[in-house]
């Protein structure tokens, strides 16, 4: 009877197909996703992507969530070059971990958007990825222990040099995530 078990179970295994993310590696054709399917850290991470990728797609609008796929699909190709490319140890998990850490969790704004002054914070308020953005860099900056005033000041530095590019009419919502996504990796790499 236990052998029964053992042959049944085996069976189930050989025949469903092994899953990344965002792809059936049986499947697999690119050098990128055969080497995300052969390494069990890089399938977990993109495991882990998918998930958050997917999270924030729930909330968006329709705009937003075109808007975030078009922009996911050109990370996916700047991934596809990065991780070919790697030459440092754990790069790829990195290059991942980034991406996850701008995705998830879903956050607010790190400001009241019931008290947005600004035509900037309003911008920002009057947009579910923008929010989530500015929530991801505000956690993000917060979690730095004991910073140093000069981190202090470059934060100070952004916010103006954001509200600057925020406030231009040619900065829409892509080019305000482009802004924030830039500044999340770097609190990321701090």
């Not at 991470?45 to 969530?65: C, F, H, I, P």
């Not at 991780?83 to 971990?97: K, P, R, T, W």
Request: hydrophobic content about 35%; aromatic content about 8%; some cysteine.
């Amino acid at each position: 009877m236990l052998a029964k078990f053992y042959l049944v179970l085996s069976l189930i295994i050989l025949t469903n197909p092994i899953m990344a993310a965002s792809f059936n590696c049986d499947k697999a054709e690119t050098d990128t996703e055969h080497l995300i399917c052969d390494d069990s850290v890089l399938n977990e991470a993109d495991d882990k992507l998918g998930k958050a990728y997917t999270q924030l797609r729930e909330v968006l609008s329709k705009e937003e969530t075109e808007l975030l796929k078009q922009e996911q699909h050109n990370w996916l190709k700047k991934r596809d070059l990065e991780l070919i490319n790697c030459s440092e140890l754990d790069c790829e998990v990195q290059f991942y971990e980034i991406r996850i850490k701008q995705l998830a969790p879903v956050e607010m704004a790190g400001f009241d958007c019931k008290k947005a002054a600004t035509e900037v914070e309003k911008k920002i308020c009057a947009s579910r990825l923008l929010k989530h953005a500015d929530g991801r860099m505000a956690t993000l900056y917060n979690s730095v222990k004991k910073p140093e005033p000069k981190f202090v000041q470059d934060q100070r530095d952004w916010i103006a040099t954001r509200n600057t590019k925020l406030s231009q009419p040619d900065c829409d919502t892509s080019c305000a995530w482009q802004i924030y996504q830039e500044r999340i990796e770097y609190l990321i790499r701090y």
